[in-house]
């Protein structure tokens, strides 16, 4: 099975889609300091002055550009979800990929632990653990990272007894392979885009509970984030400032989990025939 | 999916949750008691207390004896004292859990019907214009996170419009009784419902719509049509039945969405559960209560996923024998 999955993946409109607002959204973040004249953190000297050509979304109760807090953070979103989501990966990579090669006890082991935290709802240890560490962005993409992996791992285990069942691999038993050459050649290689795609809805997932926790005031203060921000603006709805200051990350937000969620389809469509129509 | 669940995973799920409520203070560098109670709590203790503390904690005892006497605490029902409410944690819980179970059980019904009945009209549509409204509406809807909804009903309908309340669940000190206190409730809770509902409708509809395009091609629906059953009754007779049945394992998933999602819900339209108390207590850094809050969060889905189980197997016989 030997599929040009980048052709796939720009055939469809879906894919296609969440790869320009990805792009776009990386953009914006490796450019936010050309992007914006001023600094996220800096007093400007206005405070809730609205949208005008000095500050493009207007300023803050305490004077901040928002259009520069915007731009901001997208980096801490997305620095915060590839590398939870990266972690994750490697992580779900090596339990569930061991386990799905082992079996026997230790994959039940595994599977049992996954089990169990898999009915935990992901929000509550995130909290929980949040409150206590008061987390720095490092801390942050630890524990979502933590959190994120049984059900990547689950993934990872079912494509590897899939794999490890296939013609190819059978084949290459027949003749004499041993488990190292299986791995490296069949297994490691087909295994690929399935990482990717558990690693985009990661992605995805962690940007999510990012904003999640910072909108409840955990996290580190410093660091500028869309959810940070909608709380902040959000004790301010009876003056007019949140047209342009809990807006903008609000929609931000929905944006990257839009694109990311577009790419998951469209990458789950291109590894699932049996979807594609 | 995850239907035959055994009882041991829930078992090993509260114990992961108990342990991890358990040794995050403890890990914590420095005094446990600092970390259980926070500084600002012990700033105000007498030597007396301290004392008192440490030896309802067991804190001068090794780690497992401190670990029994937490389950023990548990069992009792005795969760802590609330540095901020200065109340014990359950009946400060107490006050505000009914107004989260409240918004989360309508909101899983209303969810679940609504899901069901647009699942089934749209897989019976499938490929026409009114199926692909929806299926798009549900992706669209799904991606959104469920604090920013809210907070855009709240501007356009609270802030903008003036229809709906800002916050709380009542109009205080209105001494409203019967018929107008119920609609005083629904008013106050019609946002945050609709919020909830919006934003996880989704994958109901979408398991539904799912099950039901593959129903329809099954032979016991042709047989249906073929004895001359009316579209609506193979609609919902036949196929709409047998599609049931993913969606009660579903339920419980999104119940645990439903509790986290209301967390968040509660805590933008200040509606007094248990999201507007975690808020409260995630600020004044009031550590109990902030785990009575996610103990119960997690014990409340945990127990709801476990009965679903029960009645899957009710409702679908096949999973007992098939053991």
Same mark, same amino acid.
């Given at each position: ?37 001023? @600094? ?19 300023? @803050? ?24 989501? *990266? ?74 007894? $899939? ?45 999510? %509970? ?43 937000? $929905?944006?990257? %989990? ?9 990458? /789950? ?9 | ?17 108990? $342990?991890? @409520? ?59 004292? $609330? ?18 179970? *409240? ?162 819900? /509660? ?57």
């Amino acid at each position: 099975m030997h599929v040009d999955y980048w052709a796939h993946l720009k055939q469809s409109n879906a894919g296609r889609a969440g790869l320009i607002l990805v792009c776009l959204l990386v953009g914006v973040a490796v450019l936010a300091p050309v992007l914006s004249p001023w @600094n996220p953190g800096a007093y400007t000297g206005a405070i809730f002055s609205p949208p005008g050509r000095e500050h493009w979304l207007g300023t @803050n109760d305490v004077g901040q550009d928002v259009w520069a807090q915007l731009l901001f953070g997208a980096r801490t979103s997305l620095a915060v979800g590839c590398g939870a989501a *990266l972690l994750a990966t490697l992580l779900s990579a090596l339990i569930g990929g061991t386990a799905g090669l082992l079996g026997g006890l230790y994959d039940r082991f595994w599977m049992r632990a996954v089990d169990a935290l898999l009915v935990i709802p992901p929000v509550i240890p995130a909290i929980l653990v949040g409150a206590y560490l008061r987390p720095s962005l490092a801390v942050t993409v630890a524990l979502l990272a933590a959190i994120l992996w049984p059900g990547e791992a689950r993934v990872v285990r079912a494509q590897i007894l $899939s794999l490890k069942e296939r013609a190819p691999v059978a084949a290459a038993r027949t003749f004499g392979a041993g488990w190292g050459h299986i791995l490296v050649r069949h297994l490691i290689p087909e295994l690929g885009p399935v990482l990717v795609a558990v690693f985009v809805q990661g992605v995805r997932r962690a940007v999510f %509970l990012e904003a999640g926790l910072s909108f409840l005031g955990i996290g580190d203060p410093a660091v500028v984030s869309w959810g940070r921000m909608m709380q902040h603006a959000l004790r301010f709805t009876y003056l007019d400032v949140w047209k342009w200051w809990l807006l903008p990350p609000g929609l931000a937000l $929905s944006l990257t %989990l839009g694109a990311f969620a577009l790419l998951g389809f469209a990458l /789950e469509t291109v590894f699932h025939p049996r979807l594609r129509r | 999916m995850l239907r035959d669940r055994p009882f041991a995973t829930y078992v090993l799920a509260v114990f992961v949750i108990l $342990s991890l @409520n358990f040794i995050l203070p403890r890990l914590m560098p420095g005094d446990p008691l600092l970390a259980i109670y926070g500084e600002e709590a012990l700033l105000a203790m007498s030597p007396e207390l301290k004392e008192e503390l440490v030896r309802r904690f067991s804190l001068d005892r090794p780690l497992s004896a401190q670990f029994l006497a937490y389950l023990a605490a548990l069992f009792r029902g005795d969760l802590g004292h $609330s540095y901020y409410f200065n109340a014990p944690v359950s009946r400060v819980l107490l006050g505000f859990l009914p107004w989260t179970l *409240l918004l989360t059980g309508l909101a899983l019904c209303l969810c679940a019907a609504l899901g069901v009945v647009l699942g089934i009209e749209s897989g019976a549509r499938r490929g026409r214009p009114q199926d692909a409204v929806l299926l798009s509406a549900a992706l669209f809807l799904g991606g959104f996170p469920d604090f920013f909804a809210g907070t855009l009903l709240l501007l356009f309908f609270g802030v903008t419009l003036g229809v709906a309340p800002l916050a709380g669940a009542l109009t205080p000190y209105a001494g409203k009784a019967g018929l107008s206190l119920v609609l005083d409730v629904l008013h106050h809770l019609t946002l945050p419902l609709l919020t909830l509902v919006v934003v996880r409708v989704g994958p109901f509809y979408l398991l539904t719509r799912n099950t039901m395009v593959t129903t329809l091609g099954e032979a016991f629906i042709l047989t249906a049509r073929a004895k001359g059953c009316p579209d609506r009754t193979v609609r919902y007779r036949h196929a709409g039945r047998h599609s049931l049945l993913p969606v009660v394992t579903a339920a419980g998933l999104q119940y645990a969405h439903l509790i986290t999602g209301a967390l968040f819900v /509660e805590m933008v339209f200040s509606y007094p559960g248990m999201g507007t108390l975690l808020y409260r207590a995630l600020l004044t850094r009031d550590y109990p209560l902030i785990q009575g809050i996610l103990l119960t969060a997690a014990l409340a889905v945990l127990t709801v996923n476990f009965l679903l189980e029960l009645v899957y197997v009710k409702v679908d016989p096949r999973v007992v024998r098939a053991r």
